[in-house]
């Protein structure tokens, strides 16, 4: 595997930033790419050289993000349900404005739709139908109802400015989980 350049990755990170920067300002249907190159100080041109648009540049960051949560839960496998939220809330409050910006956004709607199809995904591992507390119940009903509760509730959580601390919030959310699935 070659190495990428880091002059090359300093300037894709400076343009992940401005982007999400000018998406917790405004609309995204109103940033344009002078907009987005001037905050990461780079030329239009410059942002050409590694994305296709300003639409290239955010699906690449989402894609980015729920990548990392992927390998994330992929090296979690072992742990039980509060630890590895524990670790999941450190990610997002690592990540604040990336999340809290792309939770709130009324144009980031496509990205609320991503991480809810990656936890139902995540949750659809962890559902067992065939025995204890959800013998004989509906695996569709179970997942979705346990995803979007995961998923409001992170919301809330970084929309209201992170009101508990990573852990806390991890055990009160773990706790309500293992409860469930």
């Not at 239009?44 to 540049?57: A, E, F, P, Q, V």
């Not at 496998?77 to 939770?103: A, G, K, P, Q, R």
């Not at 496509?110 to 949750?123: A, D, G």
Request: hydrophobic residues 40%; negative net charge; glycine residues 4%.
């Amino acid at each position: 595997m070659s190495k990428v350049d880091r002059r090359i990755l300093k300037t894709q990170e400076a343009l992940k930033k401005a982007v999400i920067e000018l998406m917790s300002e405004k609309n995204f249907d109103d940033i344009t790419i002078q907009d987005i190159s001037d905050r990461a100080n780079v030329s239009r041109g410059t942002i050409y050289l590694h994305y296709l648009d300003k639409y290239d540049l955010l699906d690449k960051l989402m894609e980015e993000h729920i990548n990392n949560m992927s390998n994330f839960c992929e090296s979690a496998t072992e742990m039980d349900f509060i630890e590895s939220t524990v670790h999941c809330m450190e990610y997002f409050e690592s990540n604040y404005l990336f999340f809290s910006t792309m939770l709130a956004s009324e144009g980031a709607k496509y990205f609320r739709s991503q991480f809810l199809k990656f936890n139902i995904e995540e949750f659809r591992k962890d559902v067992d139908i065939t025995k204890g507390k959800n013998y004989g119940r509906n695996e569709d009903v179970i997942v979705q109802f346990v995803a979007n509760a995961y998923v409001g509730s992170v919301e809330w959580w970084l929309k209201n400015g992170m009101p508990y601390p990573p852990r806390v919030m991890a055990e009160q959310v773990g706790d309500l989980l293992e409860r469930i699935v």
